[in-house]
């Protein structure tokens, strides 16, 4: 089979039964493909790869508070491999923020005991994993902060005080309403009036 993309279009050459197979099956995906995401066949195997501006959008306006209070040089990380606790907990947080005297083990990798704040954006397709695995692994490491943004809802859930491996404080809030962090190792205010909406 030989597939060539041509002014958006594809000219294929192949059999009646690939040709009927790749038609099913981007019939099927038109109707089943998460929302941000993309989706193509390579190889007979479906690709999927996000494609969401909320999530980024969220992650950077709060990158940039974070960097404004702190400083360029301080520890802001996203998208970076931390081991917690509980079977092969190996997450990559959308970002996370690190003590200033954090310095990384001997495999090159930041220890969850230092990590002060860490942010995960809500995505349909992994809601589950922050709202459930993810937070029990946050709270049994004693992550002081945990703020989950939910841009499907509109809405952000503020985690506090973790012990014995559960967070004793939540606060819920709507986007708009500012996350008052004055109390916590960070010791600023979070403004959400930006953060858009799914």
Known sequence: MTIELIDSRIEVEMGDSDRQYLDEMFEFLYDDIPEGFKAEIVEGAVAMSPQRDTHSDIIKDVLFQLGACFGRRSKLKMDVRLDLPGYRNGFCPDLFKLSDDAKQDEGRRWRYQDVEFVLEVISRETAGNDYGKKLDAYAEGEIPVYLIADPCTGRWH?????????????????????????????????QTDEFPRD
């Open 158 to 190: 503020l985690f506090l005080t973790p012990k014995d491996g559960e967070y004793r404080t939540k606060v819920t809030r709507d986007f708009g309403d500012p996350v008052d962090l004055t109390d916590t190792v960070l010791g600023l205010t979070l």
